[in-house]
C-alpha cells in the first residue's frame, strides 16, 4: 500500500512483506516450524499439534535445543549399530556417573519412537575429566565459536575409549566375584560320590576368571584394530615389543603438489 502521507509525490511501502516486490509464499507445509518447547524440554508443540503430525516414519529424533546437539548425529550412528545398542541396553552397574547406562537409556527412549534429548548423558559427559579436558562441554556462549569439524572428531575418540574403558571394569568386576562350589561339609547328601564328580574345579575357576580379565570388550570386538609397537633401546639395540588396541585411526591425506 502506497501513501503519501499529504506531503510531495515521493511513496512509501508500508505494511507486511506480501507488498515488497520479489516476494515469494511459501506453502504452508513447506515452511519452517514455529517449535516451542515446554520448560521440561521434552514436549513439542505448535499449537495443538505435536511432532507426530510432521513424523510419520515412527523414528524418533533427537532434540537440539542443548549446546552440546553436535553430537546427536553420532549418538543416532551408535544407536543403529546393532551389537552398541544392544550392549548398552544390557549394561547394568552402580556407577553414579556411568556413561553405558546413560546411553542404554537414551537407546531405550530412543526404540519408543517418541522425540527425546540427551540431557542426562550430558550430566554423565560433564563428570567425566577426559571430556572436560577435551573441551567437548559447551555452553551457550561457546558454541558459536567451536569448530565443530574437530570438536565432533575429539568426541568420537571419546566415547569410544569411554564405553571400552566402562565395560572393561564392569567386567572385571564381575569376574572378581567368586563362583559357587557346591561342598560336602555344607551340604550333606546320600550320594556324596555323585556330588563329587560335579564339582568345580579350583584350576577352572581360575582359568574362567583370568578369560574374562582380558582387554577385550564388544567395542574393541567391533571398532578395535591390534597394533603392536617396539621399541628399541639406542645404547644396547635391544629391542620389546607391546601389543595394544587401537580403537580409531587417525587418517593424514598426502598433499597435492600444484
Not at 561457546?142 to 566402562?166: K, T
Request: charged share 25%; with cysteine; aromatic share 8%.
Amino acid at each position: 500500500r502506497r501513501t503519501d502521507g499529504g506531503r510531495g509525490n515521493t511513496p512509501s511501502v508500508t505494511g507486511s512483506g506480501e507488498d515488497q516486490p520479489g516476494f515469494v509464499a511459501i506453502p504452508k507445509r513447506y515452511r519452517k516450524p514455529d517449535i516451542k518447547y515446554n520448560k521440561a524440554g521434552g514436549q513439542l508443540t505448535e499449537g495443538e499439534s505435536d511432532i507426530d503430525h510432521y513424523s510419520k516414519s515412527g523414528l524418533s529424533g533427537l532434540e537440539a535445543t542443548l549446546p552440546n546437539s553436535y553430537c546427536n548425529a553420532m549418538i543416532q550412528v551408535l544407536y543403529f549399530t546393532e551389537t552398541i545398542r544392544s550392549v548398552m541396553l544390557a549394561h547394568q552397574c552402580s556407577g553414579e556417573f556411568c556413561v553405558c547406562c546413560e546411553l542404554g537409556f537414551l537407546f531405550h527412549m530412543l526404540g519408543s519412537g517418541a522425540p527425546c534429548h540427551s540431557g542426562n548423558l550430558l550430566r554423565a559427559l560433564r563428570s567425566a575429566k577426559e571430556a572436560s579436558a577435551l573441551r567437548l562441554i559447551l555452553s551457550d556462549t561457546s558454541a558459536q565459536d567451536a569448530n565443530l569439524l574437530l570438536l565432533i572428531q575429539s568426541w568420537n575418540r571419546f566415547i569410544l575409549h569411554q564405553m571400552h574403558s566402562e565395560l572393561l571394569e564392569t567386567k572385571r568386576k564381575e569376574a572378581k566375584i567368586p563362583t559357587f562350589v557346591y561342598r560336602d561339609t555344607d551340604f550333606p547328601c546320600i550320594e556324596l560320590q555323585n556330588q563329587r564328580k560335579k564339582r568345580v574345579k579350583p584350576e577352572l575357576a581360575e582359568e574362567m576368571i583370568e578369560d574374562t580379565t582380558r582387554g577385550e570388550t564388544d567395542v574393541s570386538w567391533l571398532f578395535g584394530s591390534k597394533q603392536t609397537h617396539i621399541f628399541t633401546c639406542l645404547k644396547c639395540n635391544n629391542k620389546s615389543s607391546k601389543e595394544a588396541t587401537l580403537l580409531v585411526h587417525n587418517l593424514v591425506y598426502p598433499h597435492n603438489k600444484g
